[in-house]
């Protein structure tokens, strides 16, 4: 919750709703008083998805750093091994467009296929050690079969430490059962799971 003056602001989790009553009861049971209540929509964010050529680690480190670096209001920035990229942003998606342009322009990034999406903010990612991924066939795979995982919003792999990166809007307890059956029929192992702090 966050309060602005006289203002409350209730963000609500797994697609809770609050209704004006119990809002009133809560806030009445603290001493105060409701003067109006407002539903609002789903906090959104803008993704900016797009292909670059596949890049050593070393130089998808620096340009996500750079990515971030230029883009003050980036909630997220993950280059992968497959030359996939994902920027996502709060804020004016026209002006966060023209900055991800302007900054790929100034690293010499050449970037093909950009898409932009709304999506939902993303609460958690998790990150998956994934065996058996050593070219970019098997990497390719893992990813096709990561990204049919219900739940999952964004996927991007990493050849070169053999682990993917998940994102989703909010912490699964099914996740992990789901990425084993995911990827055991394709000949993978999942030596790691683990639900990152965001």
Not at 75 to 102: F, H, M, N
Not at 120 to 143: I, Q
Request: net charge negative; with cysteine.
């Amino acid at each position: 919750m966050e309060y602005d003056c006289k203002v409350a602001t209730v963000s609500m989790k797994n697609d809770a709703v609050l209704t004006e009553q119990a809002a009133s009861k809560v806030i009445t049971d603290a001493g105060y008083k409701v003067v109006s209540f407002k539903r609002g929509e789903p906090r959104k964010q803008t993704a900016f998805l797009f292909r670059l050529n596949e890049l050593g680690p070393d130089e998808r480190a620096r340009l996500e750093d750079g990515l971030r670096e230029d883009l003050e209001g980036a909630d997220k920035v993950a280059v992968d091994s497959l030359g996939r990229a994902t920027v996502i942003v709060s804020g004016d998606p026209a002006a966060a467009k023209e900055a991800v342009s302007a900054s790929l322009k100034k690293r010499g990034v050449a970037a093909e296929g950009f898409e932009t999406k709304t999506w939902p903010k993303l609460d958690a990612t998790y990150v998956v050690a994934v065996s058996g991924m050593n070219g970019a066939v098997e990497t390719r795979t893992v990813a096709d079969a990561l990204a049919g995982v219900a739940k999952v919003v964004a996927v991007h792999v990493y050849r070169d430490d053999g682990r993917a990166t998940l994102w989703l809007k909010e912490p699964c307890d099914a996740l992990e059962a789901n990425v084993r059956a995911a990827l055991t029929p394709a000949g993978f192992s999942v030596s790691r799971f683990e639900l990152m702090a965001e």
